[in-house]
């Protein structure tokens, strides 16, 4: 079975950063579009970054523009979200997600992760 093992989820202060890694169990999707998402308390799941498998083209939400950079390892077939600055509304359950063709909506993104927590405090 093909899993998707997020890692890296934490409790931070304000202004600090944290790491969160996704790796795949197989190599199946070297060819799709890498992508996290977060699902903040009480709130619906939103997009928060993506990278394509052609060229490694990036894709930022406004909110976390600037501060987050997601990369990947095709070696390894691990994506990696690097959020510096955490802002409290930063805090959510974030999931990484696999699609053919990146984008913002969730719907297109066919295989995801169980998510994990990221809480920042003021």
């Known amino acids: 079975q093909v899993q998707l093992s997020e890692s890296g989820g934490g409790a931070v202060q304000a202004g600090g950063s944290l790491t969160l890694s996704c790796a795949a169990s197989e190599r199946t999707f070297s060819r799709y579009a890498r992508g996290w998402f977060r699902q903040p308390p009480g709130r619906e799941r939103e997009f928060v970054a993506s990278?394509?498998?052609?060229?490694?083209?990036?894709s930022y939400a406004d909110s976390v523009k600037g501060r987050f950079t997601i990369s990947r390892d095709n070696a390894k077939n691990t994506v990696y979200l690097q959020m510096n600055s955490l802002k409290p509304e930063d805090t959510a359950v974030y999931y990484c997600?696999?699609?053919?063709?990146?984008?913002?909506?969730?719907?297109?993104?066919?295989?995801w992760g169980q998510g994990t927590q990221v809480t920042v405090s003021s």
């Open positions: 990278i394509s498998w052609i060229g490694a083209t990036t």
């Open positions: 997600a696999v699609a053919p063709i990146g984008g913002r909506s969730a719907a297109g993104w066919i295989y």
